[in-house]
């Protein structure tokens, strides 16, 4: 018996609609142990977070806290039969669980907003709706048991963006996991919650961005270095089919990725595809585990999937992804051509204000550096520059907003490829700013103006047409 680890999202658990999906889905996998992964509801998350911000001020609670509250009220009376025992058990959750969130709130007031209460605070959307979930599922019949994550993934100290302890986190799922699984059971479904761990003193900490589905990730590992199962994959449910080549802003009718390696998902990830967050595959990719991104609204589909692990086809060009809002800082100097670390001073500054670069271009003399980095970073970056002596007083400081087109695939090593792109942009009279390959040789990032960006997305699917060609599909209409 195989172990499938399937994570809803938001917007999987909507309404009635939604949970009958749910029931579909686990129908349709009835042969598989099966473990789920939740996250909130959608739009919980951000309330949670603007209730704790605005704690401290008393604004806006009382309504916020009755919205929270009626949400999910307004979900279980549509999901179970009135005065059910799943409908009076989901509704005492709920009331017991808001009664100590307003403790909570009680204790920012008192002592102010700390990144530990804030991670306090927002997991509460994943306590609630995976409760409700695990009880949606028991009164359909099946063995099912709620686990807060909190009891078995156990992370670092960063409350907000935690990194977890493999280790640790192996040693919990062995001694609470594993015994339950151990016992062949079709109908049993273990539910557990996305997005939240504990630190080693057991404070909730929080996974950031992704978070649920690093959870899912984050269980195969663990239950595959057990090794129970051989036999482990994670399905994330969502609301598209799965990776596209292009985004549709771009090209309407972009083709789906059916397969992708690894390392081509984490660069695909990482410049701007929404769908897969890259630290997801950080978790499994050593071991070979599969994930698929799957339409939570096409579970029948048979091939128009996305897939993830080490098959992949490596003579197509696999995506063209965007970084549609960076900045491109210069900085240049004429008489410190001879003088060697001016990186390193660069990024000493940088990293001392937490600003994230995505992208480097130097001269061989270090006469001049460019780097990228997001919008909102920008004026901190330059400022904290123009603030050190050394940049004030030898360096001239410039920024422009540009783009970034990442073209993933072993084919850009070709260099017939890459006479391709350069005629492409040379059609439309396109200026490249700024270029970078990977040593691993599958991405080829090129900055452009960002008025541009359309243009020349658009001129390269046209003149790559082929590439993408090979992965086109015709959705299935029965």
């Avoid at 696999?318 to 670390?341: A, C, E």
Wanted: net charge negative; with cysteine.
């Amino acid at each position: 018996m195989s172990l499938v680890i399937m994570k809803f999202g938001g917007s999987c658990l909507v309404n009635n609609h939604a949970f009958n999906k749910i029931h579909e889905i686990t129908q349709l996998y009835q042969n598989d142990q099966k473990i789920y992964v939740s996250s909130a509801f959608n739009g919980i998350t951000d309330l949670l977070l603007k209730l704790a911000k605005n704690a401290k001020k008393s604004i806006d609670i009382d309504k916020d806290m009755a919205l929270l509250e009626k949400r999910h009220f307004d979900i279980i009376e549509q999901v179970f039969n009135e005065e059910s025992d799943f409908y009076i058990a989901a509704k005492d959750w709920v009331d017991e669980n808001l009664s100590r969130l307003e403790d909570i709130l009680a204790d920012i007031q008192e002592f102010g907003f700390e990144p530990y209460y804030q991670a306090k605070v927002i997991s509460f959307g994943e306590i609630l709706s995976t409760y409700i979930l695990n009880q949606f599922l028991l009164s359909k019949g099946y063995d099912s048991i709620y686990i807060p994550a909190n009891e078995i993934i156990i992370t670092n100290d960063e409350y907000n963006n935690a990194y977890p302890y493999f280790d640790l986190t192996t040693s919990r799922m062995a001694k609470l996991i594993a015994p339950i699984l151990e016992k062949p059971n079709k109908n049993l479904i273990i539910c557990i919650t996305g997005f939240i761990g504990r630190n080693k003193i057991g404070y909730t900490t929080t996974l950031g961005r992704g978070g649920s589905d690093y959870s899912a990730t984050i269980l195969a590992r663990s239950l595959s270095e057990i090794g129970i199962h051989r036999d482990i994959r994670v399905i994330l449910w969502k609301d598209v089919d799965g990776i596209l080549a292009i985004d549709p802003e771009f090209v309407p009718e972009s083709s789906l990725i059916r397969y992708l390696d690894y390392d081509e998902a984490k660069h695909i990830a990482n410049f701007g595809a929404k769908v897969l967050h890259p630290k997801c595959l950080e978790a499994i990719e050593k071991l070979n585990i599969p994930i698929e991104i799957r339409n939570f609204n096409k579970p029948t589909e048979i091939s128009n999937f996305t897939t993830v692990s080490p098959k992949s086809d490596k003579n197509q060009i696999k995506g063209i992804s965007t970084i549609q809002d960076g900045i491109i800082i210069t900085i240049t100097s004429g008489s410190l051509v001879d003088m060697p670390g001016i990186l390193a001073k660069i990024f000493k500054v940088i990293s001392k204000n937490n600003i994230s670069v995505s992208l480097v271009a130097q001269s061989a003399t270090e006469i001049s550096t460019s780097f990228i980095v997001k919008k909102e970073d920008a004026d901190k970056a330059i400022n904290s520059l123009k603030k050190s002596e050394y940049f004030s007083e030898f360096f001239e400081i410039k920024s422009e907003e540009v783009a970034i087109i990442n073209i993933t695939g072993a084919k850009v090593l070709d260099n017939q490829t890459k006479v391709k792109i350069f005629q492409a942009f040379a059609k439309k009279d396109i200026q490249v700013k700024a270029l970078s390959q990977s040593t691993d040789e599958i991405n080829f990032s090129i900055v452009i103006q960002k008025e541009n960006l359309m243009d020349a997305v658009t001129i390269l699917h046209e003149d790559l047409f082929e590439d993408f060609e090979s992965l086109k599909y015709k959705e299935n209409k029965n």
